[in-house]
């Protein structure tokens, strides 16, 4: 047997060009590779991405916005969600927001990351009460005006990841911002079963969220997705839940960027004491990720390495973004891990023979079909990217 998984491993090697996307069979040939196969792995992966992107690694200088914690999903991983009444539950009001904002704005930032819980208010009437104290009818009408504020009254850009859209939402959101994001996650609905990452957790259902990815993609929005790595699927469920996403790039061509998490254990949720997925599991993610997209940005977050040190063992997987790191603000997400200061994040780019460069939440190749819009989104953005579609920056990144 061991002979015959060789045998498969190299005809899966040799079928690696660095434009042309690998097979499903390949794919899962290669991220089922041994730790001996591994450097093969990622010498492919490594040249599909030069091709793509020579010579550069770029990331995205953010403030991360916590617009709301409450959440009507329990995800078993998740601490970042809060019931009304917990410790740490707030929703921002519009004068946290701005400070936010214009704070990093003095620091370089570019992006102002919305990350909130998905719809709330359906659950909590506590929220509903905040919402209308605030004058809104909904946190995504509270969502869409904040973005709105922050695009009017700083030079930063929002992202947003709300959660679940409607197609009309994705285009009242797109106004006032020139990228959004979803992570799909899993393809794998047996997820959703009792006991499992997304038990109670409607928002989470594969068909729900390829639905908002696809709605994305038939109004041209540059759109953020990813998958979420350690938390009950199967290897093959990775390979597919990548296929899934290069299906929707195939048809709509509006995937920006694809992220490949990792599950980390926390103390306080559920899934504590779930094993989390190895440095060499990551390392076969985000190449295969590569192999199967190899003309898409490809990003995983350096601060959810393990351990906290080999991050930059990542570029030799074939990403060519770290994503967004903040200057200011901690990951609300994954609190207990911080982002690697900018400065050590160059230097350990650099040792790994890349440039770093600062972006904008939205990609380069994305920008000319925004920028060739009318209104104060497009000018924004006009002033914004340099000659490169890259950040305009005045300081070192």
Known sequence: M????????????????????????????????????????????????????????????????????????????CTFRRDPGDHGAHTMTPDEVLAVARAGEKLGCTEALFSLGDKPELLFPEMRETLRHLGYNSTLHYLEAMCELVLRETTLLPHPNPGLLSAEWIARLAAVSPSMGLMLETTNAALLASGAAHDNAPDKVPAKRLRTIADAGK????????????????????????????????????????????????????????????????????????????????????????????????????????????????????????????????????????ALRQRLPVYPEFLPALTARP?????????AADAHGLAQVTRAA
Not at 13 to 18: F, K, R, W
Not at 257 to 281: D, L, Y
Request: proline residues 9%; charged residues 25%.
């Open 2 to 77: 061991p002979g015959r998984c060789i045998i498969r491993f190299n005809v899966a090697v040799t079928s690696i060009a660095p434009a042309v996307p690998i097979s499903r069979d390949d794919a899962v040939r290669l991220i089922c590779c041994t730790d001996d196969d591994l450097p093969e792995l990622l010498a492919g992966a490594r040249a599909a991405k030069e091709r793509f992107k020579p010579g550069v690694i770029t990331y995205s200088r953010k403030v991360f916005l916590p617009l709301t914690n409450l959440c009507r999903d329990y995800c078993g991983y």
């Open 219 to 354: 109004q041209n929005v540059p759109f953020t997705t990813g998958l979420l790595i350690g938390i009950g699927e199967s290897l093959e469920d990775r390979v597919d839940t990548l296929l899934a996403i290069r299906d929707m790039n195939d048809r709509y061509g509006h995937i920006q960027e694809v992220i490949v998490q990792n599950f980390r254990v926390k103390p306080a949720i559920p899934m504590a004491n779930w094993p989390e997925p190895t440095r060499g599991e990551m390392l076969r993610a985000v190449a295969v990720a590569r192999l199967l997209l190899p003309k898409v940005n490809i990003q995983a977050p350096p601060n959810l390495s393990a351990p906290y040190y080999d991050y930059d063992d990542l570029v030799d997987a074939g990403i060519n973004d770290w994503g967004g790191v903040s200057p200011l603000t901690p990951d609300f997400i994954n609190p207990e891990k911080p982002w690697p200061h900018l400065e050590q994040l160059r230097l350990r780019t650099e040792a790994k023979g890349f």
């Open 375 to 383: 209104g104060l989104l497009s000018e924004k953005l006009r002033v």
